[in-house]
């Protein structure tokens, strides 16, 4: 089950705010685009429609305390601090609070009307709200996402919609198909843990899949600006917690399973049953799943929606080959085959093996929607996917000038695992990894990335990460512990990541590649509720321009 997060103290490692100083390099298509700031407060149509609230009752067997004559609904939310005057306010029982209890706070704010259950009627009731309150016998957060779907129009989308879980790689996958998608002559939107993206408009993300109200805002956004095609990342607990209701995808897929969230899920299979459970007709019309592994040939076995399979092993069953042509640290090449003589061969200008997965299946994904690879491939040059992914597998150094220094997201054992392996294969020189760990989040995962980590590197640095209520040198000694295990790295403790990261760069000599896990795109360090500026990416920045390798 998933558990509670302080609201005050905002909660995961995978919150976040707006990048102080985004870094786009030329690569990324949408430069110069317009950044707002978090969806903390959500994404609305521009020009909303008016939803009568009658029907809207009569449809989802809503029973109304008041007439609602005349009323109309043109936005909707679950959140009373994200009321806007027009919104039916929905009051969902949550795990700290019954989201009723602010119904008179949502009225303040403009809201026409309070939904929610019979427990938060009485609430609404003794709040004083003084606006209709419409009570359903369901989890009101199971209806969120249909009534979102019926107020903003998003419930018949003519775009193409994707949508891509597993336990890593579903951002790339995500930008992957947004590149891909403008290849072949879509004006794609994209959800995920780093951005939203309606065209050209950049909103730095809050969740990594949003709140269902906040999911049906976007869409119908989107919609305003024509964006026919779009890719979404779906979270394991967006599955779980009804936030991808009322969306209707083309095609999902599934990349890889292994350990993260179990503080939230308690097990690996409950944690995998929310995976699987994307793959039903309710979310659904078919899928694409990378079999390699056990996890996605159960999800193929077990998905209640026809399925596509990809596999990247040599004589794996499946009805999609990659092949691995050609990498080196800056990109990889593949060739892609499927059924009827579906072929694609391409390039990615990142490392990994699991980036041309990523991009297969991207691919795949377009053409079980119908979209021919000769199209996606006329719109690119030489097959070549310009993907710019923020704060994955970024390179902040200057090509060419002193070791190349990578910042990347990663924050699980399969992460560090995928990376240090394609690394081991591409590096010109040493492997200098530098990491911490999430405080108050699966503690279970730390000795094991102690231990790829040391064993995939040769200089290992351990700094801190988000430490939260933790005591940072706890964590520390956790990984190191696991680093311990491993035998192969050398391993240097520097809990401070400022110091960490110049540290790597003294040590790095011209050939060697510094990758440092965790904080991405991130732009805060959390300490004990603190919320402290940092960003990896300009602290990385900053130690190259002092050691005289970059202007
Ligand atoms: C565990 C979890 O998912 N919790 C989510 C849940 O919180 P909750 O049930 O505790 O809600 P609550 O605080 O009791 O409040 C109940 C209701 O009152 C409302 N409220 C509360 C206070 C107020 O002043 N006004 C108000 O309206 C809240 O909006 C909510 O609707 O509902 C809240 C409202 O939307 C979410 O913000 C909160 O996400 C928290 C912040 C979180 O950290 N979620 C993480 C675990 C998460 O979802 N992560 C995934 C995976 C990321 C990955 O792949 O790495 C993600 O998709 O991001
Ligand atoms: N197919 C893959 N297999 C394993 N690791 C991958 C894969 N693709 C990317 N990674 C690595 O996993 C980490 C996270 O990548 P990414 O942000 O794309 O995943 P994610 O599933 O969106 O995670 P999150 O939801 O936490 O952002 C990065 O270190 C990236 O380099």
């Known amino acids: 089950m998933t558990r509670p997060r302080p609201r ?164 790339s996958v995500v930008y992957l198909l947004a590149e891909l998608l403008r290849a072949a002559g879509f004006t794609p939107g994209l959800s995920s843990t780093a951005e939203r993206r309606i065209g050209d408009e950049v909103i730095v993300s809050d969740l990594t899949s949003p709140e269902a109200p906040v999911l049906h805002g976007l869409l119908a956004r989107m919609a305003e600006k024509r964006v026919d095609g779009i890719a979404l990342e779906v979270s394991a607990h967006a599955v779980e917690r009804h936030r991808i209701d009322g969306v209707r995808f083309d095609v999902v897929a599934f990349n890889n399973f292994s350990q993260d969230h179990l503080d939230d899920f308690g097990d690996m299979e409950s944690y995998f049953a929310a995976k699987l459970a994307l793959f039903s007709p309710e979310h659904a019309e078919r899928g694409v799943v990378v079999v390699d592994g056990p996890y996605g040939q159960r999800i193929a076995r077990e998905s209640r929606i026809p399925v596509t399979r990809l596999a990247t092993e040599y004589g794996q069953d499946a009805d999609w080959h990659l092949a691995v042509t050609r990498q080196s640290i800056d990109g990889v090449s593949f060739v892609l085959q499927g059924p009827e003589g579906a072929h694609f061969r391409g390039s990615v200008p990142l490392f990994g093996r699991f980036m041309a997965e990523n991009a297969a299946l991207a691919l795949i994904m377009l053409h079980e929607a119908g979209i021919q690879l000769d199209r996606v491939a006329a719109g690119l040059e030489n097959g070549r996917i310009p993907v710019y992914i923020p704060g994955r597998l970024e390179l902040v150094s200057e090509p060419g000038v002193g070791p190349r220094f990578y910042v990347d997201y990663g924050h699980t054992p399969g992460a560090f695992e995928a990376m240090l392996d394609a690394l081991g294969e591409v590096a010109p020189g040493r492997i200098i990894f530098l990491f911490g760990a999430d405080g108050d989040r699966d503690t279970t995962k730390r000795e094991e990335m102690g231990r790829v980590a040391a064993a995939g590197s040769d200089v290992l640095i351990v700094c801190d990460y988000h430490p939260r209520s933790e005591p940072p040198e706890k964590i520390r000694a956790q990984l190191i512990a696991g680093a311990r295990t491993a035998g192969r790295a050398e391993i240097i403790e520097e809990g401070d990541p400022r110091a960490a990261v110049r540290l790597a760069v003294s040590l790095a000599g011209p050939d060697d590649v510094i990758l440092y896990a965790g904080p991405g795109h991130e732009d805060y360090q959390e300490v004990a509720g603190q919320h402290i500026p940092y960003s990896a990416r300009d602290e990385v920045r900053g130690a190259l321009r002092e050691a005289g390798l970059l202007k």
Not at 15 to 36: E, H, I, M, V, W
Not at 40 to 54: D, E, T, V, Y
Not at 85 to 97: C, E, S
């Open 8 to 171: 005050s103290a905002p909660s995961t490692s995978r919150r976040r705010t707006a990048p102080t100083n985004p870094s786009r390099p030329s690569t990324d298509p949408s430069a110069g685009g317009n950044l707002t700031t978090g969806d903390a407060l959500s994404i609305r149509p521009r020009n909303p429609r008016q939803a009568p609230l009658a029907p809207l009752a009569e449809r989802f067997g809503l029973r109304a305390e008041a007439a609602l004559d005349g009323l109309d609904a043109t936005g909707v939310t679950i959140d009373s601090r994200d009321v806007r005057p027009g919104d039916l306010y929905i009051g969902v029982p949550g795990a700290r609070r019954h989201g009723a209890e602010f119904a008179a706070q949502a009225a303040e704010r403009g809201a026409v009307a309070v939904l929610t259950d019979a427990e938060g009627a009485e609430l609404a009731g003794a709040a004083g709200a003084g606006i209709p309150v419409l009570v359903t016998d369901e989890h009101p957060r199971g209806i969120a996402g249909a009534v979102a779907a019926a107020v903003y129009g998003s419930e018949h989308l003519s775009a193409k919609t994707f949508g891509i879980t597993g336990t890593n790689g579903k951002t």
